[in-house]
Every structure is written in structure tokens, then in C-alpha cells.
């Protein structure tokens, strides 16, 4: 596919940087899905005076490292989390990755990593936290 970094810059400087959000999310910069990297990096060039999360997207690649940030979550926040993914991204129906089990164990992983009560958590990389 050819690379459309510049058309897609233009749209971020032109509609986003009129905005300015509390919190933004994005993929991680070190996400090995080259479209995601590009959004990540386009996400910090575009809004540099942001607290920016960058989440984790589990896949083939094996791209998952060690997240900074984690908020824990209840079961119930769990359960409805997979239910939306699982819903919202029907293009991943397909894959034999794309299941509810593999959400709920990096939920699980990231619980165990953060001593979440309930045993659940979503993790997120920030490189830059201004309290």
C-alpha cells in the first residue's frame, strides 16, 4: 500500500488541532502495525500539551511490553468492554485472535500486574504525565 502519511497529517492539523480534549487515546508508538504507529505519531505531533494514553492492542505481532499506567476494572466493566470490542470491530470477526478470551486474559494479566481487587485492569503507556 503506498504511504499517505502527509494527506493524513493534513486532515489531524485541519480538523483536530482546533480541539482540545482532557484525554486522548491512541495506539501505542510501538505498535508493530505500521497504520497504527503512524496514528500514534501523528496523535503526538497534533495535541503536544495532552495527557495522551496509549493503549495496548493484542495481535500477532507480540508487541505487548510493560505499561505504565493501569486502572482496574470491575468484572461487570470487564464483561461490557468485550462486548463492545467484540461488537464495534466486526473487520477482526474473522481472526481467530479476535475472541473474548484473549480480552479477558490481558484484562486478567494487567489485574495481576496492578493487584486490581477484582483482578482486572487496562494498562496504558504515557510518556509524558503532567500533574
Not at 50 to 68: A, T, V
Amino acid at each position: 500500500m503506498p504511504f499517505v502519511g502527509a494527506e493524513i497529517k493534513a486532515i489531524f492539523e485541519k480538523e483536530l488541532k482546533q480541539i482540545a480534549p482532557d484525554l486522548i487515546f491512541t495506539h501505542n508508538r510501538k505498535d508493530a502495525h505500521q497504520d497504527h504507529r503512524l496514528l500514534s505519531e501523528l496523535t503526538w505531533n497534533t495535541f503536544r500539551d495532552h495527557l495522551i494514553m496509549e493503549y495496548e492492542i493484542p495481535k500477532y505481532d507480540g508487541d505487548l511490553g510493560q505499561p505504565s499506567v493501569f486502572v482496574p476494572l470491575s468484572t461487570e466493566v470487564c464483561e461490557k468492554k468485550i462486548r463492545y470490542l467484540m461488537d464495534a470491530f466486526h473487520s477482526q470477526q474473522g481472526k481467530r485472535w479476535f475472541q473474548p478470551e484473549t480480552f479477558r486474559s490481558l484484562m486478567r494479566l494487567r489485574g495481576m500486574e496492578c493487584n486490581s481487587e477484582s483482578g482486572y485492569a487496562e494498562a496504558f503507556y504515557s510518556r509524558k504525565v503532567v500533574l
